[in-house]
């Protein structure tokens, strides 16, 4: 006898109000998105050129880029318990008005350890941005349809990578690093109120998902058992260095490696980081829905984690031509571009009542290695700068060479430890075959 469970059942039903209902629930929560991976990568159009200004060390920028990732990773725990407490609607608002307030600090900062605050501020701001949104996903669409839309909502979030390049270039020039960012939270405020009044987190006519109520202790016992879930800390490895890696390209060192190695200004050097920013935003739509199509979390993961290795390794191997860099940067872009089935593989390891500490747990393992591969770029590129063999500064290609062998190898690291995750997805779609067979 086959039970149905009703929930699911429910949400795989299609009343008339949901196609209107759910276009508007996307949109705004994916426009939220935007913000946040604006802010994520706004600082490497113009970090060469803010490095001069304030007279930064290569590891010094890298902190004060990266620390953006490691406010994020802190806030990864806050934010689960929040929204399994209080809703992720709430945790959304809450976050994007943090968010807005690091802008606001951003333009008004003149020295680097105030840059270094705003720069946390946004991270913390942002910690919500794509949790909550997937929280809500997760209680809107069934298990199998996850993973498509988590592919939307970063496909389209990558508009805000693609501003932060050539349009973030083009506006500071034209009206100034302050007014930019002045417009950015303008902007936040905006969304913040249309989430506040459109987003629900459950859907109407189906259950309803009670808030617990748990003390503090409780909910940190959530945690706990979120953390020892069979396969968390695999999942928490791989991301890691999967998306870190790409992250530290196009967020920080990407514009200084062609402004330093090829001489590039930041109007070319935006351009670049565009086609890398626009070909991620093609291959996360291309990755959305693979998990469904080989029956497999783990297969298309570790194919993209292979050829984004194998493409850091020739990096790193020889210096790129420069007729050759746009063709690495798009091939890069795509194949780092898997996160949806990441994230989707964690959402399927948890229950629904540890959803939100469950991603989250996971998601510090991205924004910890973000801040760590942004950081450690640092010191690896200055030190390859201050220690020629003869006393004189080495090339500056040898350095960034010496960063993509760092990336490589520690993707190639978690890699090894995510082969023995566990994978829902193909222990039921083994199931299926066995039932009709």
Same mark, same amino acid.
């Given at each position: ?11 795989? #039903? ?20 935007? /913000?946040?991976?604006? $802010? ?12 001069? #200004? ?28 929040? +929204? ?44 919500? $941005? ?17 993973? &498509? ?73 959530? /945690? ?13 490895? +791989?991301?890691?260095? !999967?998306?870190?890696? &790409?992250?530290? +390209?196009?967020? $920080? ?89 990441? /994230? ?29 591969? #942004? ?13 020629? !063999? ?10 960034? #060479? ?9 993707? !190639? ?14 222990? !039921? ?9």
């Amino acid at each position: 006898m086959t039970t149905i469970d009703p929930i699911s059942a429910a949400k795989e #039903q299609a009343p008339a109000w949901a196609p209107v209902r759910i276009a508007v629930l996307v949109m705004i929560l994916c426009a939220v998105y935007v /913000v946040s991976m604006f $802010l994520r990568g706004s600082v490497t159009v113009f970090a060469p050129d803010l490095a001069r #200004q304030l007279n930064i060390p290569p590891e010094r920028l890298g902190f004060l880029s990266s620390v953006y990732f490691l406010s994020f990773a802190f806030a990864q725990i806050p934010v689960g318990i929040a +929204i399994d407490r209080f809703g992720a609607r709430l945790t959304i608002v809450g976050s994007t008005l943090v968010a807005c307030l690091g802008c606001l600090w951003f333009a008004v900062a003149t020295h680097a350890a105030e840059f270094g605050v705003a720069r946390a501020l946004m991270g913390i701001g942002c910690a919500a $941005l794509l949790m909550g949104p997937v929280t809500i996903y997760g209680l809107w669409f069934s298990t199998e349809k996850l993973s &498509f839309v988590t592919g939307i909502q970063l496909g389209v979030g990558t508009i805000g990578s693609l501003s932060a390049t050539a349009p973030l270039a083009f506006l500071v020039h034209t009206i100034g690093l302050q007014a930019s960012f002045i417009a950015v939270a303008s902007i936040g405020g905006a969304i913040a109120l249309l989430v506040l009044l459109f987003v629900h987190n459950n859907p109407p006519d189906r259950p309803v998902r009670a808030a617990p109520r748990e003390t503090f202790e409780a909910s940190l016992r959530g /945690v706990v058992e979120a953390a020892r879930t069979p396969s968390a800390w695999r999942l928490l490895v +791989i991301q890691f260095a !999967a998306y870190p890696s &790409f992250a530290a +390209i196009l967020t $920080l060192w990407g514009g200084p490696w062609l402004a330093d190695v090829y001489g590039m200004a930041i109007d070319q050097r935006g351009s670049l980081l565009f086609l890398l920013a626009g070909a991620q935003a093609i291959g996360l739509f291309l990755w959305g829905p693979t998990d469904r199509l080989i029956g497999s979390f783990k297969r298309p993961v570790m194919l993209g984690t292979t050829l984004s290795v194998g493409l850091l390794t020739i990096a790193a191997a020889i210096p790129l031509p420069r007729e050759a860099i746009g063709i690495w940067l798009v091939a890069f872009g795509l194949t780092t571009a898997f996160l949806p089935v990441m /994230v989707a593989h964690g959402r399927a390891l948890f229950p629904d009542r540890l959803i939100g500490r469950g991603i989250t747990f996971i998601n510090v393992g991205t924004f910890a290695g973000a801040f760590f591969l #942004q950081y450690a770029a640092g010191h690896v590129i200055g030190w390859f700068q201050e220690r020629g !063999a003869d006393g004189r500064m080495i090339s500056p290609a040898l350095a960034y #060479q010496a960063m993509f062998a760092m990336f490589a190898v520690i993707l !190639a690291i978690a890699l090894v430890a995510y082969a023995g995750a566990r994978d829902p997805r193909a222990e !039921a779609s083994g199931t299926a075959r066995r039932g009709r067979a």
